[in-house]
């Protein structure tokens, strides 16, 4: 995993994830500000596979309302998930079991939004957790790659031939962390 920072080509990667916010609003003004919206755009145009978890989800969406100014006000998305955000003061927490291809994944959900389906994009995840549309997928549940099913199929869309172990969750957390810590750091957390 390597953490994006400011604006770069992303020609290179071969997949991007998007992870939550403290502040949707706020981190879809920092990737137009930035060039990254772009970038993210002209990626899943050349097909490479986007994931945003949470916040990343809200982010790919076409708006996010945000009535009762929970953030930062309305915001247009980046309008790659055919999905609409309306935040409300209620936070959704809870421990979560998702059946997903004959097995079912452990995960949470922490989140403000409500989230609205359009026609153009499909259940990836049952119960209004998760759409995809194309190459772009979008999903509520947080740990998804703590479960190595999930993991092993993520990497092989990707060509990668191997098999996942159970130690590759403590990588997964200390890269997290760093994530979380440059997010911290750009300002993203308002």
Known sequence: ????????????????????SK???????YLRQSGLAAEISRAVQRGVPVLGICGGLQLLGREIHDPHRIESGDCPGLGL????TTLV????????QVPWQGIRLGG???????TQAGE????????????CQDNVYGVYVHGLFEN???????????????QTTGEWSAVV???????????????WII
């Open 148 to 162: 190595a099913p999930y993991r092993q199929q993520f990497l092989e869309r990707l060509g990668w031939r191997g």
């Open 81 to 84: 998930l055919d999905l609409t």
């Open 23 to 29: 502040n949707t609003v706020a981190s879809l003004r």
């Open 1 to 20: 995993m390597v953490p994006v920072r400011d604006w770069a080509r992303l020609d290179a990667y071969h997949a991007i994830l998007l992870p939550g």
């Open 108 to 114: 949470y959900e922490i989140h403000h939004g409500q």
């Open 120 to 131: 153009r994009v499909q259940a990836y995840l049952p119960d209004g957790l998760g759409w």
């Open 173 to 187: 957390d200390a890269s997290l962390e760093q994530v979380a810590q440059l997010i911290v750091e750009s300002g």
């Open 89 to 96: 003061p209620d936070k959704t927490t809870r421990q979560r």
